[in-house]
């Protein structure tokens, strides 16, 4: 499978994909069978595709996620490959596996002290970091805001001209490798605190009110006509907030959470922050 020690050549992407494939069939013989400096040198190749955005983890194509599994499987590969390293910055020491990205200026991105994006994460051009987090696999599109706090989990795929107000969690997700990630579609907009987890996906344009927590299992409901939409999937251009329903159980009736549609925006409208704060005010909520 694998070449001489230190002699593994450049792969094109359907040779890496179909090697990464083998390597993870046999992650146990890494190291016996198979020599781990080749087998290390394979999954770095992955990774740096991933780092630079020529690979994703997923992507929605013609309305469906399709997770490249493969780039999945080189990440979970690079912790078994990858020894741990200390490092300091001045008071600061750091032991993990998977070092920090760098070249921020020739990137086009802006990173504020305290901000931090992992190897094996795509910040496109125009991103700014406030003191916030990304994780690997991530992707994080043009012009993207990840605000104060707020954080990128494993794997997760921000659109374009998005902003993730401060303290939002985005979730991650590595195993299964053919779960879907977080998708978050261009031009939406995270109200602060936000939480949106476990495969959900929000729709382009779309705004999420402070506070809304989003799982791949929350009803999404159409406060018009108490239609329930989907799960864990909000509407492109659409103002979406969390509320609850109830539901009763032998021990009485219980408030259950779902997302509330509460408006509908014309697509392609930007984001006026006064406006989103009067509509959400006319829905009842706080901003």
Known sequence: ?????????????????????????KRDDIGKGIDAADA????????DLLD???????????????????????ILLLFRTTDMTVSEVGPFEYRDKI????????????????ASARWGSYLAPGVVMMPSY???????????????????????????????????????VLEPPQAAPIIVGDDAFIGSRSMVVDGARV???????????????????????????????VPD?????TAMRPRQFPGGEF??????????????????KAQLNSILREGGVTT
Do not use: Y
């Open 203 to 233: 729709g382009a344009g779309a705004v999420l009110g402070a506070g809304t927590i989003l799982s791949g299992s929350v009803p999404v409901i159409d406060a018009e006509t108490g239609v329930e939409l989907s799960r864990g999937v």
């Open 134 to 172: 990304v994780n690997i696999g991530a992707f994080v599109g043009a012009d993207t805001m990840v605000d104060t706090w707020a954080t990128v989990g494993s794997c997760a795929q921000i659109g374009a001209r998005v902003h993730l107000s401060g303290g939002v969690g985005i979730g991650g």
């Open 99 to 114: 070092p920090l990205k760098r070249n921020f200026e020739a990137a086009g991105v802006r990173v504020v002290p305290g």
């Open 255 to 272: 408030g259950l959470p779902c997302a509330l549609v509460i408006k509908r925006l014309t697509p392609g409208e930007r984001h006026d």
């Open 52 to 74: 630079r955005g020529e690979v994703r983890v997923a992507e929605l194509i013609d309305g469906e996620v399709v997770v490249h599994q493969w780039a999945k499987l080189a």
């Open 40 to 47: 290390a040198a394979v999954v770095r190749q992955a990774i």
């Open 1 to 25: 499978m694998l070449g001489v020690r230190g002699r593994v050549a450049w792969l094109t992407m359907a040779d890496l994909e179909a090697q990464i494939n083998e390597l993870w069939e």
């Open 237 to 241: 251009w659409s103002v979406c907030v």
